[in-house]
């Protein structure tokens, strides 16, 4: 099966359910439309030509998007065998825009595509039933509202900067105020879905921390079906964090959104493991910040205020998008009980000036009173500029002494670059030995050369892997065996991409030995643009799937 993106948008898919009377709608929108092109035509002209599509790294090689959606099954395994304990479907998320606004392009501004990898017994697939995987390919975008409308009303990280960058944020909220009035919170575009996914209470969603998650559902055959956008009925119908935390031992799932434009300026909440809204909190901070991940053990939160921050004077000011690293200003973790009822109850520790994208683990060390942190941290983040050099992490340790009120950090590896920690997922917020990155390419901060293996225990890296034939790829997803022994019995699965002819290939690595020679290696019919986040759903969880 084989179709076209739409690139039009349709004034009439603007008409549809609740609100506004129909014709009123359809007249609207057509001068809304048209002052929204100016702006766009206006910001064209204004911008540096590094911030035009055609100088515009993130739009071209791997980071261009596809604008094909395909369904390909019984794809060959030209190299080695899929495991027979790998049975579900890898699904990973990126951008992939439906459109470029003129006015300026950033990675992370795309609409939202998943593409998966469907592994399943030959006997589910309509086979002789032996022990052979039928390899099923997909991607498809998340058809949420803002997909579905096409939603020009939105404005991207890539177009905040200037006054009319300024002036297109207030003018779109106007326009879809107008437009939108009076229909329900799913039919209204809201954020882009296109980070990372999470499965919980027999849900998976896609997550962007702009916006409540969407609901997918992933079909017996690999087919990735978007349900629509999920607020858990209305109790957290704010934005929610891409990257939540589940307590394998207790189904819970910690997480927390953030506001840029009002205090309190962020919310954490605890779901519990049926999916139901246990605990909401409002937490006050000094200034909006973009907080984009948090980390949990057995018994605490940690929320992360650190120093990119949300200063909108600089779209004016300093022409450039409103969010800044702050070097004289401390980052600070916040200790929290994960059950916590008072924002009293939140411990700040200052730490010297950092950003974390992305944490590896916490746990709480025995019998000392002591929470130990992993993570990969910048000394810089430059959101603005179109370039992918710089902006390099490394993987460091954290030490809070909560009798003593106290931090320690040092850094593991610092020689190394590294990004997109992932641990076995059954040792979330409990100590594990093992985390895997990813490894930065010395030509782009951006594009990813191999998978590293640490020791967190020992502070070592105990393994590297670099890909083969200048092949580039994503996060590792470590999948456990069945059968595991220890914790780094498992897989890493991934997407890899090769410059040389433009291709894309699916590879499974054994996460325990590191060997140079793949498990297994599938081609596939299209190219996978760079991502983000993934996720492996087992074939008992995609049984698991609720409908309600």
């Given at each position: 099966l084989e179709s076209s993106a739409d690139h039009s948008i349709d004034i009439m898919t603007v008409q549809q359910g609740g609100g506004l009377p129909r014709v009123v709608r359809s007249v609207l929108y057509v001068p809304l439309l048209i002052v929204w092109w100016i702006l766009d035509i206006a910001q064209y002209y204004k911008a540096d030509q590094s911030r035009r599509a055609k100088n515009n790294p993130f739009l071209h090689g791997n980071f261009d998007p596809v604008d094909q959606c395909l369904y390909r099954s019984s794809l060959p395994v030209t190299q080695g065998r899929i495991p027979r304990d790998l049975r579900g479907e890898f699904v990973r998320n990126g951008p992939n825009p439906i459109r470029v606004p003129m006015g300026g392009y950033h990675w992370f501004d795309g609409e939202g595509m998943l593409h998966g990898i469907r592994l399943s017994s030959s006997s589910q697939a309509g086979g002789d039933g032996n022990d052979d995987a039928t390899v099923t390919y997909v991607n498809r975008y998340i058809k949420n509202a803002r997909y579905r409308d096409r939603d020009p009303f939105s404005t991207r990280i890539g177009e905040m900067w200037g006054v009319l960058g300024l002036v297109k944020i207030f003018f779109g909220m106007f326009a879809k105020a107008v437009l939108y009035y009076g229909k329900e919170p799913n039919d209204v575009p809201r954020g882009t879905s296109n980070t990372s996914l999470v499965y919980h209470a027999g849900k998976l969603m896609t997550l962007v921390e702009s916006s409540p998650p969407t609901w997918m559902k992933i079909l017996n055959d690999g087919e990735l079906e978007t349900i629509g956008l999920y607020d858990y009925y209305g109790k957290l119908p704010g934005s929610f964090t891409a990257h939540?935390?589940?307590?394998?031992?207790?189904?819970?799932?910690?997480?927390?959104?953030?506001?840029?434009?009002?205090?309190?300026?962020?919310?954490?909440?605890?779901?519990?493991?049926?999916?139901?809204?246990?605990?909401?909190?409002?937490?006050?901070?000094?200034?909006?910040v973009m907080m984009h991940d948090m980390a949990i053990t057995e018994?605490?939160?940690?929320?992360?205020?650190?120093?990119?921050?949300?200063?909108?004077?600089?779209?004016?000011?300093?022409?450039?998008?409103?969010?800044?690293?702050?070097?004289?200003?401390?980052?600070?973790?916040?200790?929290?009980?994960?059950?916590?009822?008072?924002e009293s109850e939140v411990r700040w520790f200052e730490i010297p000036s950092c950003y974390v994208f992305h944490v590896a683990n916490a746990w709480e060390t025995v019998p000392f009173r002591e929470?130990?942190?992993?993570?990969?941290?910048?000394?810089?983040?430059?959101?603005?500029?179109?370039?992918?050099?710089?902006?390099?992490?490394?993987?460091?340790?954290?030490?809070?002494?909560?009798?003593?009120?106290?931090?320690?950090?040092?850094?593991?590896?610092?020689?190394?670059?590294?990004?997109?920690?992932?641990?076995?997922?059954?040792?979330?917020?409990?100590?594990?030995?093992?985390?895997?990155?990813?490894?930065?390419?010395?030509?782009?901060?951006?594009?990813?050369?191999?998978?590293?293996?640490?020791?967190?225990l020992s502070g070592k890296v105990v393994a590297t892997h670099y890909y083969p034939r200048g092949l580039r790829g994503g996060e590792p997803i470590f999948?456990?065996?069945?059968?595991?022994?220890?914790?780094?019995?498992?897989?890493?699965?991934?997407?890899?991409?090769?410059?040389?002819?433009?291709?894309?290939?699916?590879?499974?690595?054994?996460?325990?030995?590191?060997?140079?020679?793949?498990?297994?290696?599938?081609?596939?019919?299209?190219?996978?643009?760079?991502?983000?986040?993934?996720?492996?759903?087992?074939?008992?969880?995609?049984k698991k799937q609720t409908d309600r």
């Open positions: 939540p935390k589940i307590d394998a031992n207790t189904g819970e799932m910690m997480t927390f959104g953030y506001n840029l434009m009002a205090p309190p300026y962020l919310n954490y909440g605890v779901i519990d493991k049926a999916g139901k809204v246990v605990r909401q909190l409002p937490v006050n901070l000094p200034e909006a018994h605490y939160t940690i929320l992360l205020d650190l120093c990119v921050v949300f200063r909108k004077e600089d779209m004016v000011k300093k022409n450039k998008v409103p969010f800044e690293f702050v070097r004289d200003r401390p980052g600070r973790f916040g200790v929290l009980p994960r059950h916590a009822s008072s929470i130990v942190l992993y993570a990969c941290r910048y000394t810089d983040v430059e959101l603005d500029s179109p370039s992918p050099q710089g902006n390099t992490s490394n993987m460091y340790e954290w030490r809070i002494d909560l009798d003593a009120g106290s931090v320690t950090e040092r850094v593991i590896a610092p020689d190394l670059p590294v990004e997109f920690p992932r641990v076995h997922p059954d040792r979330t917020g409990i100590q594990s030995q093992y985390a895997y990155t990813v490894t930065l390419s010395e030509h782009s901060s951006f594009e990813f050369d191999g998978v590293a293996k640490f020791d967190l999948v456990p065996k069945e059968d595991a022994k220890d914790e780094d019995d498992g897989y890493l699965l991934n997407f890899l991409y090769s410059p040389a002819d433009d291709r894309s290939e699916f590879w499974v690595l054994d996460a325990k030995t590191f060997r140079s020679e793949p498990v297994a290696v599938v081609p596939l019919p299209a190219r996978v643009p760079y991502g983000f986040h993934g996720i492996w759903v087992s074939e008992e969880d995609i």
